[in-house]
T-cell receptor, first 114, second 114 residues
Framework: AQSVTQLDSQVPVFEEAPVELRCNYSSSVSVYLFWYVQYPNQGLQLLLKYLSGSTLVKGINGFEAEFNKSQTSFHLRKPSVHISDTAEYFCAVSLTGGGNKLTFGTGTQLKVEL | NAGVTQTPKFQVLKTGQSMTLQCAQDMNHEYMSWYRQDPGMGLRLIHYSVGAGITDQGEVPNGYNVSRSTTEDFPLRLLSAAPSQTSVYFC?????????????FGAGTRLSVL
């Protein structure tokens, strides 16, 4: 079975600083990878996804992620964060041949401070 | 364009009571699913449906029933609520059941079982 690990439950960062949110996955078969963001009291919305091709994926709001197959990682980065980026971020995977069932990590709370 | 609509937004139940969480989407999506979100555990799949008349169990189906009589609606039923079902419930939909499709989430239902 597949699994997703987000080692950092909380990441505090000052505004305009860079940030990296880590995600590692485990699967015996190939996967698709996603990052979702959840703003306070809202549902989840897609930030970006990796299906195939270029390992560097750009998403909304200036975020990007890099797929590293050898390290089974899909870390999320932003070069300069804003207060409005304060939210919870979830990494998720689905099996390429397994239907649209997402397996989520436990989430990382990003808190941007002035 | 309403997207995925969940009702109610908040609910308090007593142990043993039953209720139905409603989910409707107006995007003509074939695939719909229910997740529960608990602190430190991310989102876990409860049930899903790949089309009208077809449902299947996810990771944590016990205590929940679903049906899919129309493409638009996918209600989640709690037959006899238990405190362990206190959680935030999210409904999601995607165009098809293919693993690469983006899932669109509702705003959630916050349920407390006393």
């Amino acid at each position: 079975a597949q699994s997703v690990t987000q080692l950092d439950s909380q990441v505090p960062v000052f505004e305009e600083a860079p940030v990296e949110l880590r995600c590692n996955y485990s699967s015996s078969v190939s996967v698709y990878l996603f990052w979702y963001v959840q703003y306070p009291n809202q549902g989840l919305q897609l930030l970006l996804k990796y299906l195939s091709g270029s390992t560097l994926v750009k998403g909304i709001n200036g975020f990007e992620a890099e797929f590293n197959k050898s390290q089974t990682s899909f870390h999320l980065r932003k070069p300069s964060v804003h207060i409005s980026d304060t939210a919870e971020y979830f990494c998720a995977v689905s099996l390429t041949g397994g239907g649209n069932k997402l397996t989520f990590g436990t989430g990382t709370q990003l808190k941007v401070e002035l | 364009n309403a997207g995925v609509t969940q009702t109610p937004k908040f609910q308090v139940l007593k142990t043993g009571q039953s209720m139905t969480l409603q989910c409707a989407q107006d995007m003509n999506h074939e695939y719909m699913s229910w997740y529960r979100q608990d602190p430190g555990m991310g989102l876990r799949l409860i049930h899903y449906s790949v089309g009208a008349g077809i449902t299947d169990q996810g990771e944590v189906p016990n205590g929940y029933n679903v049906s899919r009589s129309t493409t638009e609606d996918f209600p989640l039923r709690l037959l006899s609520a238990a405190p362990s079902q206190t959680s935030v419930y999210f409904c999601a939909s995607s165009k098809t059941g293919q693993a690469k499709n983006i899932q669109y989430f509702g705003a959630g239902t916050r349920l407390s079982v006393l």
